[in-house]
C-alpha cells in the first residue's frame, strides 16, 4: 500500500505497507513490487520514495538497504526523550535509476 504525501514541503511516494509472504522471500518478487513503486514516483514526477521498517526486522532492513534506501537522521523526525521501534528510511528517485 502506499500514497503520495508531503514530507517537509515536499512530495514523496510512501510506502506504507509491504508485505511478501515468507514462503516466495528471496525470489525477487520485493525487488519488482519496489521498482514499480520507484517507477510510479517518476512517472508523476516525485523525486523521493519513502517507509517505515521495524528495526526488529532485520531481514527487511537489509533488503531496503540493498535497493538504495537510507535512513533518515532520527533528529529530523524523533523528539529528544523519544525512543521508537522503526527507522524511516527514503532513497531518491531520478530518470536514470
Known amino acids: 500500500m502506499f500514497r503520495f504525501d508531503m514530507e517537509d514541503d515536499e512530495c514523496v511516494l510512501y510506502c506504507y505497507e509491504l508485505q511478501v509472504s515468507q ?28 517507509l517505515t521498517v521495524f528495526k526488529a526486522n532485520q531481514a527487511a532492513f537489509l533488503f531496503y538497504q ?14 529528544e526523550d523519544e525512543e521508537v521501534d522503526y527507522w524511516i528510511m527514503s532513497k ?6
Request: proline residues 0%; hydrophobic residues 40%.
Open 92 to 97: 531518491g528517485v531520478t530518470d536514470t535509476d
Open 23 to 50: 514462503t516466495v522471500q528471496r525470489g525477487g518478487i520485493g525487488k519488482v513490487l519496489m521498482q514499480c513503486l520507484c517507477d510510479i514516483a517518476r512517472k508523476w514526477n516525485i523525486q523521493k520514495v519513502m
Open 66 to 79: 540493498t535497493m538504495g534506501f537510507n535512513v533518515e537522521s532520527e533528529d529530523e523526525w524523533v523528539d
